[in-house]
């Protein structure tokens, strides 16, 4: 799947409440430090993962569902295997009548589930990663490698 960096860009500006789907309290994992990053971004991020709700991340309680949240979102961030995604699609579109956006993280993409949101007239990301695209839209993804600078010749 491809998505303009028009299309990326104009979800990244226009979202400022993120439900985050399966985020996880181990600030090893990957949806915990995602989350935390959009919330340092300035971004709203409603942390949604039954094993933690009650809990507190990034200031915020941790709900067990998407029908928990209080008031609308504007994207649904889905860190759960592809087979999990119908139900929380369902979830969000039940629970989110404005619902714009529905963003699989990378390696999550389930097209029937896709389409229901589509038809629905929500835009939907698969296969990509909402930091990792913010931090290369908006200049803040650093290239990797060497320093172009002088190289020492003791190395």
Request: with cysteine.
């Amino acid at each position: 799947m491809t998505y303009s960096d028009t299309l990326l860009t104009k979800i990244l500006r226009e979202t400022r409440r993120i439900a985050v789907v399966g985020v996880s309290a181990n600030p090893m994992r990957p949806s915990y430090f995602v989350a935390r990053y959009l919330k340092l971004k300035g971004f709203e991020v409603l942390p949604v993962n039954s094993a933690h709700a009650g809990q507190n991340l990034f200031g915020v309680p941790v709900v067990a569902s998407l029908s928990e949240i209080d008031g609308g979102v504007d994207m649904v961030d889905i860190f759960r295997r592809s087979e999990a995604v119908p139900e929380v699609v369902e979830d969000a579109l039940a629970a989110f009548p404005e619902l714009r956006v529905i963003w699989m993280q990378i390696g999550v993409e389930h097209a029937q589930a896709a389409a229901l949101a589509e038809a629905r007239g929500v835009t939907v990301i698969q296969n990509r990663c909402p930091k990792i695209e913010y931090q290369r839209l908006f200049g803040e993804l650093r290239m990797g490698g060497f320093a172009t600078g002088v190289i020492s010749s003791k190395l």
